[in-house]
């Protein structure tokens, strides 16, 4: 099985920061470390891989509709497990990503199969997560 067929979670991120300055913000949530290949930005852990991506669907007008505007945010991130752990631990990671972005009052919904095990269902929806301004 190759590594794409392990995406769990897509999580859109609404920012300002480069792709660089938000690959480190994760990894500083994760304990991981960044890696550039090419254009991507990716965090690793010996157990996760998160692929930092412009997103070809941004749009200045549109992600400030709530609550679908997130499909329209400036950033997505990819999150793949790298080996046969269990699902609780992305979903511990995704959960300690939001977190750590919502500190940061940067706009961020999750994506993916266990949403309903992540804080505020994976923020979706949610008036108590940031939101574009």
């Given at each position: ?29 994760i304990f991981g470390q ?66 750590k972005l919502w500190s ?30």
């Open positions: 099985m190759t590594i794409e067929d392990k995406l769990l979670y897509k999580i859109f991120v609404d920012t300002e920061i480069t792709s660089d300055e938000l690959a480190i913000l994760i990894a500083s949530s960044v890696l550039r290949v090419g254009y991507t930005r990716s965090v690793t852990t010996s157990s996760i891989e998160i692929d930092v991506r412009r997103n070809d669907d941004y749009d200045e007008k549109k992600r400030y509709e709530f609550p679908n505007g997130f499909l329209y945010f400036r950033y997505y991130l990819e999150v793949y497990y790298k080996s046969e752990e269990t699902t609780d631990l992305a979903t511990d990671v995704v959960a300690s990503i939001l977190n940061h009052n940067i706009p961020a919904i999750a994506s993916g199969d266990f949403t309903s095990e992540l804080p505020h269902q994976g923020g979706y929806g949610s008036s108590l997560v940031p939101w574009v301004k």
